[in-house]
């Protein structure tokens, strides 16, 4: 199927939909990813494209939890909710996404940030506290409440568990 061009006599262009998004650079890639999962949950998406890409550049092409480097190897990063979309508080907000590697993603699943941190050993203590960083200075709070609000998600999860 070929993309509609209108510039084009026929109105149709010369690529395939399917090679224009591949030419597509990565962050527009993840933006269209997020929005097509806006149709699972239903959370309104908050961020833009430029900000998406801002994500990328922030995080330096490397995965927030293990900071492997993108490649051939690790495939496609994925935009990664930081507070997954199926917890309570979970939005399409810069400051719930990061960029993950395909692995970690699925390690972390739908675990609380701390959680993940406890278990996941290429996950740092450096590389949590800038995600607490990179939070708060996208949520307007300070990285100590941000570490707060994450460290006591963990302990009403320890309480559920326990009753």
Do not use: W
């Amino acid at each position: 199927m070929f993309k509609r061009d209108s510039r084009k006599p026929n109105g149709v262009g010369s690529r395939c939909k399917g090679c224009n998004k591949s030419s597509e650079p990565i962050p527009h890639k993840a933006f269209h990813r997020l929005k097509a999962k806006q149709k699972l949950y239903d959370i309104e998406i908050e961020t833009t494209k430029e900000e998406v890409a801002q994500i990328f550049e922030l995080f330096e092409g490397r995965c927030a939890y293990c900071n492997i480097e993108e490649s051939e190897e690790t495939g496609t990063f994925h935009l990664e909710h930081i507070i997954p979309m199926s917890r309570e508080g979970s939005r399409h907000h810069v400051s719930n996404l990061a960029i993950s590697c395909a692995s970690c993603n699925a390690k972390k699943n739908k675990r609380p940030l701390i959680e993940f941190y406890l278990m996941h050993k290429p996950f740092t203590g450096a590389m949590l506290d800038f995600i607490f960083i990179y939070v708060a200075r996208f949520s307007g709070r300070t990285p100590e409440e941000v570490a707060k609000e994450f460290y006591a998600e963990v302990a009403e999860v320890d309480d559920d568990e326990q009753t």
